[in-house]
T-cell receptor, first 112, second 113 residues
Framework: KAGVTQTPRYLIKTRGQQVTLSCSPISGHRSVSWYQQTPGQGLQFLFEYFSETQRNKGNFPGRFSGRQFSNSRSEMNVSTLELGDSALYLC???????????FGPGTRLTVL | AQSVTQPDIHITVSEGASLELRCNYSYGATPYLFWYVQSPGQGLQLLLKYFSGDTLVQGIKGFEAEFKRSQSSFNLRKPSVHWSDAAEYFCAVATTGRRIPTFGRGTSLIVHP
């Protein structure tokens, strides 16, 4: 089976812009979670989607949003980018019958 | 809420030496425990997991971990480290309720030749 894929792998934006990141889960996995990883804060949970519905949400401002499509692919959007949004954004997928998450390679976002 | 502590930010070992990375968790019931490894610029790869049963868990790449309920610990071990093991290691805990893992801050492993 192919692993979790994320596109793009690298992205450079300027403050105030918005960005959309994409994640394709492992085939058969209906749960997709997003994490932000920074040197200062470590790995922080953003949100989880399951069957096109947001099931869990972390403590991030409303500028961070996501959605999931019927084929389980997910996108996350960050509006009005700030310098502090520079991070590695990781997507993880799992089946609903297991608690083991499988991670993608991440998207490195740099905000200038 | 659950939490995870990895007391060591960096650990340096010589190639061929044994390794133990510490992880302590805080959670009232029996947790689900994980160890992940992250190479530079990469995502996280699952090394091993503990859900229930035998408290000594074998993983990939020769790693093992032992769940000790009395010490709220889930330490990762390897008998002989290879240079390719140099990476960041993350311990994580999830609960039967929320099922979203909480990650520790990670331990950076440096391997000297």
């Amino acid at each position: 089976k192919a692993g979790v894929t994320q596109t793009p792998r690298y992205l450079i934006k300027t403050r105030g812009q918005q960005v959309t990141l994409s994640c394709s889960p492992i085939s058969g996995h209906r749960s997709v979670s997003w994490y932000q990883q920074t040197p200062g804060q470590g790995l922080q949970f953003l949100f989880e989607y399951f069957s096109e519905t947001q099931r869990n949400k972390g403590n991030f401002p409303g500028r961070f949003s996501g959605r999931q499509f019927s084929n389980s692919r997910s996108e996350m959007n960050v509006s009005t980018l700030e310098l502090g949004d520079s991070a590695l954004y990781l997507c993880a997928s799992r089946t609903d019958s297991t608690d083991t998450q499988y991670f993608g390679p991440g998207t490195r976002l740099t905000v200038l | 809420a659950q939490s995870v502590t990895q007391p060591d930010i960096h650990i340096t070992v010589s190639e061929g030496a044994s390794l133990e990375l510490r992880c302590n968790y805080s959670y009232g019931a029996t947790p689900y425990l994980f160890w992940y490894v992250q190479s530079p610029g990469q995502g996280l790869q699952l090394l091993l997991k503990y859900f229930s049963g035998d408290t000594l868990v074998q993983g990939i790449k020769g790693f093992e971990a032992e769940f000790k309920r009395s010490q709220s610990s889930f330490n990762l071990r390897k008998p002989s480290v290879h240079w390719s093991d140099a990476a960041e290691y993350f311990c994580a805990v999830a609960t039967t309720g929320r099922r979203i893992p909480t990650f520790g801050r990670g331990t950076s492993l440096i391997v000297h030749p």
